[in-house]
Nanobody, 113 residues
Framework: QVQLVESGGGLVQAGGSLRLSCSAS????????MGWYRQAPGKQRELVAS?????TTNYADSVKGRFTISRDNAENNLRMVGLKPEDTAIYYC?????????WGQGTQVTVSS
């Protein structure tokens, strides 16, 4: 079992920056990957970025070059720069132990134009 707690969301103007953090507790040494997903109103939840235990990263095309994911043991951070209104969504931290997904409660990111 893994528990995830996110922080760092908020309201920012277009072009601004935010950093999201996710702290994991529980069976953290069993985590095979961590990442961030987002869900905008009326849309499906989508992958934003992920990082494996070996450090391999993966990004959605829409955020490449603007978002950076990093991980330090039980904490996972998402640095977001050059934010756009279309980045507005609830962002969820994810941790995966093999085929089992664990989710945080979500944090709202709102980008005004």
């Amino acid at each position: 079992q893994v528990q995830l707690v996110e922080s760092g969301g908020g309201l920012v103007q277009a072009g601004g920056s935010l950093r999201l953090s996710c702290s994991a507790s529980g069976s953290i040494f069993s985590i095979t990957s961590m990442g961030w997903y987002r869900q905008a109103p009326g849309k499906q939840r989508e992958l934003v970025a992920s990082i494996t235990s070996g450090g391999t990263t993966n990004y959605a095309d829409s955020v490449k070059g603007r978002f950076t994911i990093s991980r330090d043991n039980a904490e996972n951070n998402l640095r977001m720069v050059g934010l756009k209104p279309e980045d507005t969504a609830i962002y969820y931290c994810n941790a995966r132990i093999f085929a089992i997904d664990y989710w945080g409660q979500g944090t709202q990111v709102t980008v005004s134009s």
